[in-house]
């Protein structure tokens, strides 16, 4: 049977809108990862810790969603900072994290960047050098996440590290695999059906089509579902009962 994990990015509490740990619990029965805010885009001491409990009490696999220091702009602005910067943001969050899952007697299963952070090190080499040797300084048995196919998935294997190329349900593409810019027209998916059909597409056929109606290839080990969405929950459930109907079994990777 085939199989694919399900994650959705949580804990992102900052004061751009209101938020309860109710509204990301609600995710837990259609998932089967996720990746919590460490405090730079999102998130604090009390997110991490009442999420960590929660989904390791809910046999939900935890990762860690590092980011640039920005909560004004919820780390979706690029920062140039050097490759010494970068690895001591992520080596300052994965602790943090890290520390409330060894309350709990385990250890942290992933880490995917967030925001631009993820988009700059799915071209960048540098960028994405930077994060895995983080990484793999850290704990070398942590799992990255990046974006199908891109520079942070290659850079990671070739320093040994466990990948799992991420697929996206609700973000359209661009023809060189990469993500469409959330500030262009149409980069977000609000139509349920279009949404199950590119899930259903990515997993059963291995590509994507385009904003230009092209098909590329992609890789689909694990697929994001972004929970701030007007319809991410009703997507969420949508997308779950569309994948056991096809008898593809959702797990953590």
Not at 12 to 37: Q, R
Not at 126 to 141: G, R, W
Not at 208 to 216: D, F, G, L
Request: hydrophobic letters at 45%; aromatic letters at 8%; charged letters at 20%.
């Amino acid at each position: 049977m085939q199989t694919v994990d399900i994650n959705v990015d949580m804990g992102e509490s900052t004061h751009l809108w209101p938020y309860h740990i109710d509204n990301d619990l609600a995710f837990f029965p259609y998932i089967s990862s996720i990746n919590i805010a460490c405090g730079y885009h999102a998130g604090d001491e009390h997110t991490m810790h009442e999420l960590v409990d929660a989904a390791l009490n809910a046999g939900i696999s935890v990762g860690a969603h590092p980011s640039f220091f920005d909560r004004a702009h919820f780390g979706r602005e690029e920062m140039l900072l050097s490759p010494v910067k970068i690895y001591d943001l992520m080596i300052y969050q994965l602790g943090a994290l890290d520390a409330f899952v060894k309350i709990n007697g385990t250890r942290l299963q992933h880490v995917k960047p967030h925001g631009a952070l993820y988009n700059m090190a799915a071209k960048d080499a540098l960028v994405a050098e930077a994060i895995c040797k983080a990484v793999k300084d850290f704990n070398d048995a942590l799992i990255i996440y990046g974006l199908s196919n891109s520079e942070l998935v290659h850079t990671a294997t070739g320093m040994q590290l466990a990948t799992r190329n991420e697929v996206f349900a609700d973000r359209r593409y661009q023809e060189d695999g990469r993500l469409t810019p959330r500030s262009q027209p149409d980069a977000l998916i609000s139509d349920e059906s279009a949404s199950i059909e590119q899930v259903l597409q990515m997993l059963l056929e291995g590509t994507v089509t385009t904003q230009s109606a092209k098909k590329v290839p992609v890789k689909a080990d694990t697929l994001c579902i972004h929970s701030d969405g007007a319809q991410a929950l009703h997507f969420a459930r949508r997308i779950h009962e569309a994948l056991l109907a096809k008898h593809i079994s959702i797990r953590a990777v």
